[in-house]
């Protein structure tokens, strides 16, 4: 059980400095580290099992028709990545603190960097493919939030943006792949994907999910082409630059590589990408590492030409390869995270990072001189430091790779040139800013920091010389664990400073001499570079968002011109097409069943619908007589629900008929009393042509299905609907049984509906007009004495009958959603009778806590039977003697009923009565008398 704490600890971590933020940068500091330090001391604590040959994992159901799970494992791979995210995340919570102004939202930025951490960590530990993706995202979401901390910085948005975008498509596709993955292997579990191999290779997938795959770690760990976003990412504070590039984000790439070899890497496909690929990145960095003038532009290209060194090993894919490319790993962490700090340091005390204005520093700054010198010299590849051993490693495996059959030298050629590259720009770093005369002076007097803030510099230093100077002592046992996690068995190898002349060390000494004649040169080499037109990658992304954005404007203004009528042809057309074209592929449009009699009563029936949608569509353009028609449709289709036996369905449609009429009239109260002929002649033929032909398709469509002999659920559930749910009104037991689930969901729907609504109309004024189409002002007798009367009258029985509708709901047609608008459509009665102000004085209370209250009640019921040891929504029913009632039978699922009742009654008349209260604009006055009989002023409580 303590894996997961460890992922647990960081997102904890989250909220710690948010709380602690108020009593001080250096408590919440101390805070912010506490969880990350005891959830490094967690992993290191599964070091003794894993050297003894265990695997700690741990599985949590989350999921299980997705096979997605909250697994997570520690072999060799999780460990070392876990170790140099947690660790040097500690080095970065106390650098930062000196770091930041006194002016920034510390709490903040730690918070985001917790969060980072979190995900990168998940990825290094998920047992599940779809887990590792969700961790996958979450890294993009977080680096998007720290690379645009100093959102005020438009670099920093942009850079921000650009980063999102990349990672994120990159995320999409890995999505993709991982969906094929899964399915290739039949399941998302890691351990079962690593042992299915040569599965996984010999299916005739295997190139499109690849190629997938590696979209998402070439995004991710910036390979070329999708180098770019990298460098941009440096608007964030270094702080955030020296973890993104030594420990997180970037290696996220270079793990999922590393991590999937044992499962993907078993194919020439995978050697020609990954590789040509790597080299690619490799050089192209170092290039441009060379030419930049910017301290972190210099590092950002030097990242992305490292980790192109690393997706080489990984691509030529040797025992020995791997090895090299998860030493480097260690040791690109350690030089990088360093001289990222110190390029703080530098930009913190002088103001800037253009080497031009920067020269000279290590009579000022004389520690941060040796400490970058020192790191410089690792990711040189100078000798006695660690990374002139994982160079050299590299070197080696360029010339065993037979890669390009006749032409393979030109992988050693290649990687020497980029040896070359990457000793030139790091003799610049060190040399343009620390020894060489400066041209300008810095904006800031240069001097040291505190030398806390040098701490986590130094320690990452002694590292580099610690591991190159014993790596065998240093570096061995935590590479024997990587390199078994991804090959898969035991690696031997021997770890030493001195391995005798050979080819490599021709290399690494070609390297470093070619290396410091090149910046001798550099000023030759920047004239020759800039004979080529440079592009800005930020410019380019930015100009193709920007034509994106026009294109995506010009095709909506196309298709969105406000025009109702083209939205509903739309639509319309494609459903028309759809159909035909389903219908196109009958043979016959009969099927084998006979059609029932056609009698009198059918007739007149379907003529009345005709006519009442005819006559709805005739004259819409008066809102009244259009509203009749309508509701004519509504009637005669209740009426047909109750002829072919759905009296269930007929009671619901006759109800919700009355409350939508009653809502349409309070609406369209407000809107003009004529509508403008909005259709020319020409439009009125594509309406007509566009209906007709939908009709007679859909009827056609009718025709087919109910002419066929169609498989159902509904067997199951007139089968089940007694001895499962205790009722025998199926449609009432399915709603509140069977699929009570969908029902909770639509009543909590439904009450914040009510609710937004209901905010929305709050004191709410709209224009109301005084007279009808004609001119005819409205009557000034607001309560009719007959409605007043007839309402009265049914209140009672209408309440009477919601009640008898609700109680038979179960075993007859009823139940609580046709009682509750029984019930609601009764009390919009009294409203409208009588006005708001007089129903509200004797019905004194709010709809807002019934529907609220009802929603509760539906929710209770269901997690009452969890205290039985039943899943959530589960009924029970039995027959019960109850005195002076005799045999009855009860069932849990009326209470849940009850919930939908109360949501229905409380969300309706939340909408109607408050509807209703805009149809007068004055209040009564105060002094008005409380005569029930006397005509008062207009209320804007009052309904019309």
């Known amino acids: 059980m303590t894996l997961p704490w460890i992922p647990l600890l960081t997102l904890l971590g989250v909220l710690v400095p948010l709380l602690t933020e108020r009593f001080g940068r250096c408590a919440c500091t101390m805070a912010t580290a506490i969880p990350v330090a005891v959830a490094l001391l967690l992993t290191l604590w599964q070091i003794p099992p894993l050297q003894a040959g265990e695997l700690p994992q741990f599985a949590l159901p989350w999921i299980p028709s997705l096979g997605l799970e909250l697994a997570f494992r520690i072999d060799g791979l999780s460990l070392l990545f876990a170790l140099l995210i947690l660790g040097i995340g500690l080095l970065i919570i106390l650098y930062a603190s000196f770091y930041l102004s006194a002016e920034e939202a510390t709490g903040r930025f730690y918070a985001y960097l917790m969060l980072f951490m979190t995900a990168m960590v998940g990825i290094a530990m998920a047992d599940n493919l779809l887990l590792l993706w969700l961790f996958w995202e979450l890294t993009s979401l977080s680096s998007f939030l720290l690379i645009g901390f100093w959102s005020h910085w438009t670099d920093a948005r942009k850079g921000a943006r650009m980063a999102l975008t990349v990672t994120g498509a990159g995320g999409l596709a890995l999505l993709a792949g991982f969906l094929l993955l899964g399915d290739i292997v039949g399941s998302f579990d890691l351990a079962t994907v690593l042992a299915s191999s040569d599965t996984i290779v010999n299916d005739d997938r295997y190139p499109i999910m690849l190629v997938l795959v590696l979209l998402g770690a070439f995004t991710k760990s910036a390979q070329f082409p999708f180098h770019f976003w990298l460098p941009h990412a440096m608007a964030a504070p270094t702080p955030v630059s020296a973890y993104l590039h030594s420990a997180t984000m970037v290696k996220a790439g270079i793990f999922l590589m590393a991590r999937l070899h044992p499962a993907i890497g078993d194919s020439m496909l995978w050697t020609w990408l990954v590789t040509l690929t790597g080299m690619a990145t490799f050089l192209y960095g170092a290039w441009f590492a060379l030419l930049k003038t910017d301290l972190k532009a210099i590092l950002a290209f030097s990242t992305v030409s490292h980790l192109g060194l690393i997706t080489t090993l990984l691509g030529i894919g040797s025992p020995m390869a791997i090895l090299a490319a998860l030493f480097h790993i260690m040791n690109h962490a350690a030089f990088k995270g360093a001289l990222f700090m110190s390029a703080g340091i530098v930009d913190h005390e002088t103001g ?69 590259l990457s000793v030139a720009y790091s003799l610049r770093l060190v040399y343009a800013v620390f020894f060489k005369t400066a041209k300008h002076q810095p904006p800031k007097t240069p001097h040291e920091p505190p030398r806390m803030m040098h701490a986590p510099i130094m320690l990452l230093v002694a590292i580099c010389i610690a591991v190159g100077m014993f790596p065998a002592l240093l570096a061995t046992g935590m590479l024997q664990l990587a390199s078994h996690a991804v090959l898969q068995e035991a690696l031997e190898f021997h770890l030493a400073i001195w391995h005798g002349f050979n080819l490599p060390l021709l290399m690494s000494a070609v390297a470093i001499v070619a290396g410091i004649v090149t910046y001798v040169m550099h000023r030759h080499v920047r004239r020759f570079a800039r004979q080529f037109a440079s592009v800005d990658a930020r410019l380019v992304f930015e100009g193709m968002i920007q034509s994106l954005a026009t294109a995506a404007h010009v095709v909506t203004r196309r298709l969105e011109n406000g025009s109702l009528q083209r939205y509903m042809s739309w639509l319309l057309g494609t459903a028309l097409l759809l159909a035909t074209l389903g219908l196109l592929e009958l043979p016959e449009l009969a099927g084998n069943l006979e059609t029932q009699p056609v009698d009198g009563v059918l007739l007149l029936g379907a003529a009345l619908m005709i006519f009442g949608a005819a006559g709805t569509a005739v004259t819409h353009r008066y809102r009244l007589i259009s509203l009749l028609m309508l509701s004519v449709v509504g009637l005669v289709v209740s009426l047909t629900f109750a002829r072919f036996s759905a009296p269930d369905l007929a009671l619901t449609q006759l109800s919700v008929e009355v409350v939508t009429m009653i809502l349409l009239m309070l609406a369209l109260f407000f809107l003009p009393q004529k509508t403008p002929r909005e259709s020319s ?28 002999d169609i498989s159902s659920i509904s067997d199951f559930f007139i089968d089940n609907s007694v001895p499962g749910g205790g009722g025998h009104n199926v449609v009432n037991v399915i709603l509140v049984d069977f699929r009570g689930f969908d029902t909770l969901g639509e009543i909590t729907v439904l009450a914040l509906a009510g609710l937004a609504i209901y905010k929305l109309l709050n004191r709410l004024r709209l224009f109301m007009p005084h007279s009808d189409g004609e001119g005819r002002v409205w009557s000034p007798d607001r309560h009719p004495m007959i409605l007043t009367s007839v309402s009265q009258t049914l209140l009672p029985l209408a309440l009477l009958v919601s009640a008898f509708i609700f109680l038979r709901g179960h075993n007859m047609p009823g139940g609580g959603f046709i009682a509750g608008l029984i019930s609601a459509v009764a009390l919009i009665l009294v409203y409208m009778a009588r006005g708001v102000e007089w129903t509200q004085s004797r019905l004194d209370f709010q709809y807002q806590p019934v529907a609220i209250g009802g929603v509760a009640v539906a929710t209770l019921t269901g997690l009452g039977s969890l205290l039985f040891g039943h899943p959530f929504l589960t009924s029970a029913f039995g027959h019960f003697h109850i005195p002076m009632l005799g045999d009855v039978e009860l069932a849990t699922a009326m209470l849940f009923d009850l919930g939908v009742y109360l949501a229905v009654v409380g969300a309706t008349l939340m909408i109607l009565a408050n509807l209703g209260k805009l149809t007068t604009p004055h209040r009564p006055r105060k002094d008005a008398p409380a005569d029930d009989t006397k005509e008062t002023p207009l209320s804007n409580k009052e309904i019309h």
């Open 681 to 708: 002649a020409r439009r009125t033929i594509r309406d007509l042509l566009l209906a007709g032909s939908l009709g007679m398709v859909i009827a056609s469509l009718n025709y087919a299905v109910l002419t066929r």
């Open 352 to 420: 800037t990072r253009e080497l031009e204005r920067l020269g000279g520093l290590r009579r000022l700054m004389p520690l941060t001189a040796l400490l970058t010198t020192i790191a410089a010299a690792a990711m040189a590849g100078i000798p006695l430091l660690n990374g002139f051993l994982s160079k050299e490693m590299f070197f080696a495996e360029t010339l065993d790779a037979p890669l390009l059959g006749g032409l393979s030298w030109l992988l050693p050629a290649m990687a020497t040139l980029g040896g070359v």
